[in-house]
């Protein structure tokens, strides 16, 4: 049974903001500092046996997440892996084409958007999607509602990060692929957190963090790409790796996964990962999570007033809730407020004029923890 002592979270503070930067467990960064330990010991040595152990790496993710592992590459974050993607659909787009998108993307993601389309002449087209979010099926509608016979490409978060909602991904990658739509799918939040088949799922361009629910150490995210895009798309640095010297995969492979000298320890713990979220029965870790998220937004809604993000209840299933706060709260303070006068670190923002509270529950967190929530925020009323 995992419990909050696995992690080196500093004790004392209600940390309910797993979401933004993930928390690695210590023996997951005691197995990293085995991987750092082995690189020093030769470093040479490391480097001739690299290509087979980021294989094995490789394998196993692939395993996990439902596709060949030639198709899937180890990248240090999922913003980098977004970059890849839109770089590679900058020279497809025409002027007058046009790329959709959502309100609810991660920003440092949308300002990538935004530079990979500079002077191609195509324009970004952003779907509306109100707060609070309608079900699913409507906001595939508002999708679908979204696509011209311009658009070339779609761009969507599978979970968004500014308001904790599951986008309609899956119901929504058949009908562009039908359409000769391309799909960028930030899918940062899911590894770990909700079932994903890559293949199945059929996306050009999946990127997600492992480092988020995951619990891999800092700098360990994947990228897929369709067999069929692979040729097309080269990574943002050039080095060795795809010459003939460097690794021994595809010239996907090899580019990506050779970016010249880096520290590699965070994704060969990757097999460890997984062999413990198999050993602690992943999925009811994940569904005890989700039903805390749950009964919280409940209890805010019910003590203080605060309406849920979903309109939905049934959509609201995942290991951040989010709620809405009223429309005179000072964000800033507020987000300063809970962490200095109640040790509750939590997101507090606006986002689109609208100030929203944004909690994580994983399995370090405590009834304590969400108690200590549900009291502070009486002073967001
Ligand atoms: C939806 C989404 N996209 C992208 C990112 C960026 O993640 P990273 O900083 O690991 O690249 C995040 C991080 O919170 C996110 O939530």
Known sequence: MLSPADWS?????????????????????????????????????FHRDLPELMKTARLALAGYLGCHHDDLVY????TYGCNVAMAALRPLLQPGDEVLTTSHEYGACIRALHNHLEGTGAAIRTVNIPMPVPPRAQILQ??????????????????TSPTAVALPVEELLGELRTAGILSIVDGSHVPGHLPLNLEELGADFYTGN????????????????????????RPLITSWGGDGSGLKESRFVDEHEYLGTRDPSAFLTVPTVLQWMDRNDWHSVVTRCKDMVQ????????RHGFQPMHADRADECLLMGAVLLPQHVDVVQAKEDLYNKH???????????????????????????????????????
């Open 295 to 302: 009964e919280t937004v409940d209890a805010l809604e019910a």
């Open 142 to 159: 508002l999708l679908r509602q979204g696509i011209t016979n311009r658009t070339r490409a779609v761009f969507i978060s599978h979970v």
């Open 9 to 45: 979270l500093q004790p004392g503070i209600h940390f309910l903001n797993h979401g933004s930067f993930g928390a690695t467990p210590r023996f997951l960064l005691e197995e990293q500092r085995r991987w750092q330990d082995r690189l020093e010991r030769q470093p040479v040595l």
């Open 210 to 233: 492992l480092h988020k629910w995951m619990c891999t150490p800092k700098g360990s995210a994947f990228f897929y790409v369709r067999r069929a895009m692979q040729d097309a798309v």
């Open 343 to 381: 040790n509750v670190e939590v997101v507090v923002h606006r986002w689109l004029n609208q100030p929203i509270l944004r909690f994580s529950v994983f399995a370090h967190t405590t009834s304590v923890d969400l108690e200590a929530l549900l009291n502070a925020s009486s002073t967001l009323k």
């Open 75 to 78: 990248i240090t974050n999922s």
